[in-house]
């Protein structure tokens, strides 16, 4: 679950399942420096302005920065190379059969909170399925971590995520107290999100809803609640039942592959339009007027081979939990395959 991340940051949030595969190039010479510099007091001097700018005592700030634990193997982590892979391998460890069948099962035992979360929040409730397969396997892979270790350690120990992680760590106080947990009892992702949608604080505290009104929200073994609030996070964040999420593009015919990469753009945001995809040559059906905006993008489908596909409105949803595109694209192929040839019960 992302807000504003860096493209690091996504490893973290869709369980260690594939950590060891990105290890392969971890630079070796981390061993002869120590990885932490920061000592314990000059982090715990940091604190005062922290209270003061998330409105969290400095009592609670230092009663939870007083039982956290620095956890070295978490910033050994952080560290590792990001995007790594191409489409053909990261979609190797998402799109599997066993993630689409149980996918399938867990929206036919919960399809009465599915499609009630679907109508009230304007989602598809195959991509609501999909997002908790991609992120935890339907809960079966959490996180292992202290949450509050992790935030600890990434918030002030880890300069170059500082003050997102601080802000978490102060986040993840206010809602442990609102929750009644014991800050050294929850576990979570090694960047502390948490669940079976992988929340971090600040979005447990923003976007979690109480989906089946027993006035707790539990979005670690209560389904109920994790379906309405993935839901919420979608239409908070402009998913549209409505609206499509992507177009598979045929390579125009003699077309200048470089002309048509300069029509790539960073980011999450929809920056080009589907007549800048006909100008450059791509058939878009027609039901796309010119102006609908889109983003295009190149994925590696097979060693060597590349796809384009423009990115539609629904897809830059997606994005917004993880700026990722290649994790965009395992979630709604992951969606279009659970929902493809599933039966529900009356
Ligand atoms: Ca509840």
């Given amino acids: 679950?992302?807000?504003?991340?860096?493209?690091?940051?996504?490893?973290?949030?869709?369980?260690?399942?594939?950590?060891?595969?990105?290890?392969?190039?971890?630079p070796q010479k981390t061993q002869d420096k120590p990885l932490v510099l920061i000592s314990k007091e000059s982090a715990r001097a940091t604190l005062p302005k922290l209270a003061q700018e998330s409105k969290v005592s400095l009592a609670d700030l230092t009663y939870a920065f007083n039982k956290a634990?620095?956890?070295?193997?978490?910033?050994?982590?952080?560290n590792r190379p990001g995007e790594a892979k191409p489409w053909y391998e990261y979609r190797k460890i998402f799109i599997i059969p066993k993630r689409i069948t149980l996918g399938q099962k867990f929206f036919q035992e919960n399809h009465k909170d599915l499609l009630r979360a679907a109508s009230y929040y304007g989602v598809d409730p195959e991509v609501i399925v999909a997002i908790i397969g991609v992120e935890t396997f339907y809960g079966a892979n959490m996180g292992r971590f202290k949450v509050l270790d992790a935030l600890y350690t990434l918030g002030f120990y880890y300069p170059k995520r500082e003050s997102y992680f601080k802000k978490e760590f102060?986040?993840?106080?206010?809602?442990?107290?609102?929750?009644?947990?014991?800050?050294?009892?929850i576990l979570g992702s090694y960047a502390g999100a948490m669940g079976m949608g992988q929340f971090m604080p600040y979005s447990y505290l923003t976007w979690a809803v109480d989906f089946n009104n027993d006035n707790h929200i539990n979005l670690f073994t209560d389904k109920t609640d994790v379906i309405g609030s993935v839901a919420n996070y979608f239409k908070e964040h402009g998913y549209d039942k409505n609206k499509d999420t992507i177009i598979k593009l045929a390579m125009p015919i003699g077309a200048n592959?470089?002309?048509?990469?300069?029509?790539?753009t960073d980011g999450i945001e929809l920056k080009i339009t589907v007549g800048a995809l006909r100008k450059a040559g791509f058939v878009v059906p027609n039901k796309y007027p010119d102006k609908e905006p889109c983003k295009l993008i190149k994925?590696?489908?097979?060693?060597?081979s590349f796809t384009y596909y423009a990115a539609l409105h629904n897809f830059a949803a997606i994005m917004r939990y993880n700026r990722s595109p290649l994790y965009a694209m395992a979630v709604h192929e992951l969606a279009e395959l659970i929902k493809g040839s599933m039966t529900l019960p009356n």
């Avoid at 504003?4 to 950590?19: D, E, M, P, R, V």
């Avoid at 592959?257 to 790539?264: R, T, V």
């Avoid at 994925?299 to 060597?304: A, C, T």
Wanted: proline fraction near 2%.
């Fill in 69 to 78: 634990t620095l956890k070295e193997s978490i910033i050994t982590a952080m």
């Fill in 299 to 304: 994925l590696e489908s097979n060693k060597g």
């Fill in 257 to 264: 592959n470089q002309n048509i990469d300069k029509l790539i």
């Fill in 170 to 185: 102060a986040n993840f106080i206010k809602l442990a107290k609102a929750q009644n947990w014991q800050y050294d009892q």
């Fill in 1 to 26: 679950m992302i807000i504003k991340f860096s493209t690091l940051f996504k490893y973290a949030l869709i369980g260690l399942s594939f950590i060891p595969l990105l290890a392969f190039s971890a």
